[in-house]
Every structure is written in structure tokens, then in C-alpha cells.
């Protein structure tokens, strides 16, 4: 499907997604005409995997989906795919209708069955591990489904909808599906049973899956349940699974035993949920199995992970466990990592609450405030500055920036332009070349930095050509720069 053949709504979403990837300031003034924002928007349409010829190339790699984007998107696909198109695309739209005819035989809740079905499918397949190559079999499948992947989908189908009719009649025709399921077999477009089971499946579902065909415990399954059950935080599940009939076959938790082996170490993984409800709760259950505390490894890097993504409830448990504020200890100068707050600060202003936290019990504020710096993130540094935190005395060696509203800021707060490691294609007005960004560029020139230290000038030249940044070039020549470069391999000027 061609990208202006899409609805209006997922095409605005789009170009939303890609002007926030560049900057709205920068997407107004470049437009699309300039060449490394309409690379940008490029990659954004495949980074959020909006063209089916996406798929034939899997060297691409990318930070993150946006999840809205492909639900709509393969929502947009299944509904209107022509009966000739893609054969997957194809059958998920008959494998739809066969649950949704399944769901509204007989009381149903008051839910908008079709909707509900078609929603619950995209959701199961776009949070599948494997989401890329999910999509690459939708789009590049050319063969039929066969019979036996049938029975597959719809079972997976049945777990992501708790459609437990369909859920039993697939059991009773393969009752591997659920034998195997502790092993993480799967639908290759709707993922894991175990994971869809976890995530969405109600208590009538969990309580037929974990009772095997002759009415026992299916006990290496009930324990995967309640380790990814913890893992996506779903709190009431965790409770559920653990209480499953327990009294007739109570849990193993710490045992060392070959057969139950998961069950044994379910607490320890049950522990690596990011939820505080699950994660006291499990604790609670640890100290009425395990004699042994926490490991100090455990904590650290608890605490780094839920600072990053501003667990509050989770830090402030953490720290009441005993974890370090500062993190983990390094062979090296400071010999502290202090990666909890440097991590929480990289995100910026939303996780103020937790830098402000971390820094009451120990933390370095100077690595928040260098962080804050080299990502850019001017409503937290200036945060931190209105409460006392002191700005760097020089211009550090930007990682990321540098960043108009950071440098105006650390000018007007006394932060010396005598840079603290001035070297080539690290400096600031080199950076400054490569993102095109003149106010920048005549900024750190009027506060004194140095164009014409040694290499500063032959680097900024370098980068623009490099780049094929004309503005840049005459901008360069304007301020006296010599725009004739030699090449470091052949040694020839151009």
C-alpha cells in the first residue's frame, strides 16, 4: 500500500510522528525540501513500519515502534485487504470473523463485539516480541495458511480474546497446545500462549489452562503464568495464579528440584516486574520461603531501571530495600556510577520528582545536571537550577547537542565558553554546522568561543561538505574561513 493511499487520520499521524523525531522548530523552517529532514521523514514512516516494501528490508534497525501507528495501520489493512490481496491479511479477517461469530452466540458483555475482536487481534500481534517479523509474514506471505497454522492462529486468537469455547475446542483437537505452553510455543503472528495468556487472558481462561486433560495441576505452566503474569504487571493475575489451588499442590519456591526447576527460581524472576503492587507482594511470599536476602546486584540495577522509566512507587521501595542512590561502584574515577540519576535525567523534566528523590539520598547532582545538558533538556535543567543545583563551570564536550536554549541558558547562568575539551569534531560550533542551526552557530561565535582555534574551523568545514550544507559553506566564508579542505587519505585539496 502506497503511503497517500492511507486514511487521513494514520497519515497525519505520520507526519506528526516525523516532525516530533526532528523538532516542530526545525520541520516548520526546513520544510520538507531540505535533504536530512525528508530522510528523517523516510525513516520515520519505516521506523514506524508504515509501507509494506518496509519488510523486505530487515537490515533496518530502529529504537522504537510506535504501537498506536501499527494497530491502526494493520487494523486499516485487515478491514479493507481485497479478497485477492495479501494472502495473511486475507485470512486474519476470516479468522476474525470466526471469532466474532463465536463471541455473539449467546450473552455477551456490553462490549462492541467486532470492534473489541478486531482491536484485541492488531493489540496481540503489535506487542508480540517478534513484531517485525510478524509483519514481514503479513506482508510478504504469498502462501495460503495451512490447515495446521489454522489451528494455530486460532488458538492464539481464542487466548487474546478469552474466547474460551474456541479456546477448549482447540485443546480437545491438539492438547499440545497447552502441555507445551510452559515452553513458549507459539502463533508466528500472534506470539507466545504462554505471553497471551498472561496478558490478556481473564480467571476462566487461566483456571482451564493451568488444570491439565485429567482435571491435575499443571504445574510448570502455572508457574510461567505467575513469572510473566509478574513481568507485565498485571497484579491481580499474579494473586490469582499463586492462590490456584495450593492447598492440594502447594508451591515449591526456593526447592532445588531438576523436574520443577522454574518453580524454584519463580520467585527470584517474579521479582524483575516493574509493577511496586507485584513486586510487594512477591517480596512478601520471599520472606515467608527464602531465608536468603537480596542480592546487592539486584538492587542496583532495580533502581537504575525504574528511575529511567519514573517507577516513582518502585524507587522509593528500592531505596527503602537498601538500594545505593548512587548506584553501582566502577574500577574507575569517581568509583561511583551514579547511573540511577544520570539515567532518570536523560529523560528530562517528567522525572523530576525521582532526580529530586535520588539526589535526598546521596545522589550526585552534577550528573544530573550534565545529563540534563547533553540531551538537551532545558525545563529540567532550568528546574534544577531554580533549586540550587550549580551549572557546569565550562562547556563540556556535547555527546548529543549542542542545543540553542541549553547554551543560552548556561551563558546567562555564568557558565565560562572557555570549553573544557575543545577537540575537532566534537566542539560545539561543529556541531552546530551539521544541524544547520545558524542562531546557534552566531550565538556561541558573539559569546567569545573561537572559530579560528586550531582545527575548529577545518572541522566545521569538513562536516558541511561532507553533508552537502551550501548555507553552512557561505556562512563559514562569511566569518573568514577558508573553505579549501585536504583530504586525510589522498591528500588532495577540494
Not at 18 to 41: C, E, M, P, T, Y
Not at 332 to 344: D, L, Q, R, S
Not at 383 to 400: A, I, N, R, V, Y
Request: glycine share 6%.
Amino acid at each position: 500500500m502506497q503511503l497517500l493511499a492511507l486514511p487521513a487520520e494514520i497519515f497525519e499521524k505520520i507526519v506528526y510522528e516525523a516532525i516530533l523525531a526532528r523538532g516542530l522548530g526545525r520541520g516548520i523552517r526546513l520544510r520538507l525540501v531540505n535533504k536530512h529532514f525528508s530522510q528523517a521523514v523516510w525513516h520515520v514512516v519505516c521506523t514506524f513500519r508504515m509501507l509494506d516494501t518496509l519488510f523486505t528490508k530487515p537490515e533496518r534497525k530502529t529504537k522504537a515502534i510506535s504501537k498506536s501507528l501499527l494497530r491502526d495501520y494493520l487494523e486499516h489493512r485487515i478491514l479493507h485487504e481485497p479478497a485477492y490481496g495479501k494472502p495473511v491479511l486475507v485470512f486474519l479477517r476470516r479468522l476474525l470473523e470466526e471469532v466474532q461469530r463465536e463471541r455473539t452466540t449467546g450473552f455477551i458483555e456490553a462490549i462492541d463485539v467486532p470492534d473489541f475482536c478486531l482491536s484485541q487481534f492488531c493489540l496481540a500481534m503489535v506487542y508480540n516480541n517478534s513484531v517485525v517479523y510478524t509483519f514481514r509474514q503479513i506482508f510478504e506471505g504469498s502462501d495460503e495458511v495451512s490447515d495446521t497454522d489454522y489451528e494455530s492462529h486460532l488458538f492464539a486468537a481464542a487466548l487474546c480474546t478469552n474466547s474460551l469455547a474456541i479456546a477448549k475446542r482447540c485443546a480437545a483437537k491438539n492438547p499440545h497446545f497447552i502441555s507445551s505452553m510452559h515452553r513458549w510455543n507459539e502463533s508466528h503472528l500472534f506470539g507466545s500462549y504462554l505471553s497471551l495468556a498472561a496478558r490478556y487472558g481473564d480467571f476462566e481462561m487461566l483456571e482451564f489452562l493451568m488444570s491439565d486433560a485429567k482435571g491435575s495441576v499443571n504445574r510448570p505452566l502455572r508457574t510461567m503464568l505467575f513469572i510473566r503474569s509478574a513481568e507485565l504487571q498485571r497484579a491481580e493475575v499474579v494473586r490469582f495464579v499463586y492462590n490456584h489451588r495450593k492447598e492440594e499442590v502447594p508451591w515449591e519456591f526456593g526447592q532445588q528440584s531438576e523436574e520443577f526447576r522454574d518453580e524454584g527460581e519463580a520467585l527470584d524472576k517474579a521479582m524483575l516486574t516493574t509493577s511496586s503492587e507485584v513486586l510487594q507482594f512477591v517480596e512478601r511470599l520471599r520472606q515467608e520461603y527464602l531465608p536468603w536476602p537480596h542480592p546487592e546486584p539486584y538492587l542496583k540495577e532495580r533502581l537504575r531501571d525504574a528511575a529511567q522509566v519514573r517507577n516513582f512507587e518502585m524507587v522509593v521501595h528500592l531505596l527503602a530495600q537498601g538500594a545505593n542512590a548512587q548506584g553501582g561502584m566502577d574500577l574507575h574515577p569517581p568509583y561511583v556510577t551514579n547511573g540511577p540519576i544520570e539515567k532518570a535525567a536523560q529523560r528530562g523534566i517528567t522525572h523530576w520528582n525521582v532526580i529530586e528523590l535520588l539526589i535526598k539520598h546521596g545522589a550526585d547532582p552534577n550528573v544530573a545536571v550534565a545529563a540534563a545538558v547533553d540531551r538537551g533538556k532545558v525545563d529540567l535543567l532550568r528546574t534544577m537550577l531554580e533549586h540550587g543545583l550549580q551549572p557546569p563551570p565550562t562547556f563540556q564536550k556535547p555527546t548529543f547537542g549542542p542545543f540553542l536554549d541549553i547554551v543560552r541558558l548556561l551563558l546567562k547562568v555564568g557558565t565560562s565558553v572557555d570549553l573544557a575539551e575543545p577537540v575537532g569534531m566534537n566542539h560545539p560550533l561543529v556541531g552546530a554546522i551539521k544541524m544547520e542551526h545558524t542562531a546557534l552557530f552566531d550565538l556561541l561565535i558573539k559569546s567569545g568561543v573561537k572559530l579560528h582555534a586550531p582545527g575548529i574551523a577545518e572541522a566545521c568545514v569538513q562536516i558541511a561538505k561532507k553533508d552537502g550544507l551550501e548555507s553552512m559553506l557561505q556562512l563559514l566564508q562569511k566569518h573568514g574561513v577558508e573553505i579549501t579542505v585536504v583530504d586525510d587519505d589522498t591528500g588532495i585539496a577540494n
